[in-house]
């Protein structure tokens, strides 16, 4: 079946370190995003790519970097610039004529923690 | 900017009861399209219900139903029948044209089904 995967499930940061969250699909969709979600509160874009080796800001890209070398991966770095980092990361993708039935298709998150 | 509010922060309904839940919307765009997502407490995002700008009957899947008032602005959830497996957070989403393009998510509902 295809899917989003996200790894790892659950991923602890020590002050200053740049981490790296994975995210991959094989439903051959063409655009890929990244949310940030803070406990009891609602999605947040961070970056998302329409197409590969592009990609665009969202609303909370400081701190934040993306690479889409591939259509099937949108790895997001967390650098030691993002001063709040720990929340729950959320990865989706989506292709426009299936939108309709199936939304936009999220992974399972990873959980970052400051330690 | 496309903007999703969410007034109901949290919700308590009993067993077996329809359950509304609110949303309006807010954009300048004549082509979007509005989704509701359910997170149960492990964290997934779930794909209930899709409605396009476009459509002239309101979306109907299962036990959901969307109420679209295009002049309002106003794309409210109808859970018929709750269920205890109903309790999560809710959240209402849009997008300007059809896919592909950024998803903007309001802040959410917490619902809980009282048995």
């Known amino acids: 079946d295809g899917g989003i995967t996200q790894s790892p499930k659950y991923l602890f940061r020590k002050e200053g370190q740049n981490v790296t969250l994975s995210c991959e699909q094989n439903?051959?969709?063409?655009?890929m995003y990244w949310y940030r979600q803070d406990p009891g509160q609602g999605l947040r874009l961070i970056y998302y790519s329409q197409i590969v080796n592009d990609f665009q800001k969202g609303d909370i890209a400081e701190g934040y970097s993306v690479s889409r070398e591939k259509k099937e991966s949108f790895p997001l770095t967390v650098t030691s610039a993002q001063k709040n980092p720990t929340a729950f990361y959320l990865c989706?993708?989506?292709?426009?004529?299936?939108?309709?039935?199936?939304?936009?298709?999220f992974g399972s998150g990873t959980r970052l923690t400051v330690v | 900017a496309q903007k999703i509010t969410q007034t109901q922060p949290g919700m308590f309904v009993q067993e077996k009861e329809a359950v509304t839940l609110d949303c309006t919307y807010d954009t300048s765009d004549q082509s979007y399209g509005l989704f509701w997502y359910k997170q149960p407490s492990s964290g997934e995002m779930i794909f209930l219900i899709y409605?396009?700008?476009?459509?002239?009957q309101n979306a109907t899947e299962g036990r959901y139903s969307l109420n679209f008032q295009k002049a309002r602005k106003s794309a409210n959830l109808v859970i018929s029948a709750s269920q205890l497996g109903d309790s999560a957070m809710y959240f209402c989403?849009?997008?300007?044209?059809?896919?592909?393009?950024?998803?903007?998510f309001g802040t959410g509902t917490r619902l809980t089904i009282i048995p």
């Open positions: 989403a849009m997008t300007i044209n059809f896919g592909n393009e950024k998803l903007t």
């Open positions: 989706a993708s989506s292709t426009e004529d299936r939108v309709r039935d199936y939304g936009y298709t």
């Open positions: 439903l051959n969709h063409d655009a």
């Open positions: 409605q396009g700008s476009y459509d002239e």
